[in-house]
């Protein structure tokens, strides 16, 4: 089982990003994928994910962010727009098979959002 976060960078404060997460050996519809993000200093967070039949969001990003999920090509997507600085971390991509139990983790991508 691997995933493989990608599409961080340098985005300026407002802008918009999308993250990509490649899966192969999970099928995303079997399984639950989740996001989070640790920022220096802090502890990491459970941002959003996608099970079979629902989406979850953390307070903060309700609104702006958007979890969706191509079962065609094994990948899960988190849009992200009106990004703020607080936003900046590494971003993570987990799957497991249900919500809140994650075995597999993939490398982290680095969103960073700066003017």
């Known amino acids: 089982v691997q995933l493989q976060a990608s599409g961080g960078g340098l985005v300026q404060p407002g802008g918009s990003q999308r993250l990509t997460c490649a899966t192969s050996g999970v099928t995303p519809d079997h399984y639950a994928i989740g996001w989070f993000r640790q920022a220096p200093g802090k502890e990491r967070e459970g941002v959003s994910c996608i099970s079979a039949s629902n989406t979850y969001y953390v307070d903060s990003a309700k609104g702006r962010f958007t979890i969706s999920r191509d079962n065609r090509k094994n990948t899960v997507y988190l849009q992200m727009i009106d990004l703020k600085p607080e936003d900046t971390a590494v971003y993570y991509c987990?799957?497991?098979?249900?919500?809140?139990?994650?075995?597999?983790w993939g490398q982290g991508t680095q969103v960073t959002v700066s003017s």
């Open positions: 987990a799957a497991g098979l249900r919500v809140g139990s994650y075995d597999f």
